[in-house]
Nanobody, 124 residues
Framework: QVQLVESGGGLVQPGGSLRLSCAAS????????RGWYRQALGKERELVAS???????NYADSVKGRFTISREYAKNTVYLQMNSLKPEDTAVYYC??????????????????WGQGTQVTVSS
């Protein structure tokens, strides 16, 4: 239905910055919420930030004031700007898309798609 391709991970020193990108392609949607999740080794996947169709955002307490999620509608791309990175931010970051469209019978269909994940390592 929708394919997500991530880019931008890597190794950065504490206090540094990275920007992740997530480009979507495929079906045209009526509405969607885009998000970034992360999963550290041995831990559960957690929501980092999300942004809906109207541009409303939501952040985990641990990243408020340091991370910014944004979307570029023309490119169907979402970004996660990560500043003041800490070692505890080290994880695999996954982008997500919760989408809604109407099928041929005009029935609503909701679904979630995931990106392939990108590694972010914060270390000196």
């Amino acid at each position: 239905q929708v394919q997500l391709v991530e880019s931008g991970g890597g190794l950065v020193q504490p206090g540094g910055s990275l920007r992740l990108s997530c480009a979507a392609s495929g079906r045209t949607l009526s509405r969607d919420t885009r998000g970034w999740y992360r999963q550290a080794l041995g831990k559960e996947r957690e929501l980092v930030a999300s942004i809906d169709t109207s541009g409303s955002t939501n952040y985990a307490d641990s990243v408020k004031g340091r991370f910014t999620i944004s979307r570029e509608y023309a490119k169907n791309t979402v970004y996660l700007q990560m500043n003041s990175l800490k070692p505890e931010d080290t994880a695999v970051y996954y982008c997500s898309l919760d989408g809604l469209y109407y099928n041929d019978g005009q029935e609503p269909v909701v679904f979630r798609s995931w990106g392939q994940g990108t590694q972010v390592t914060v270390s000196s």
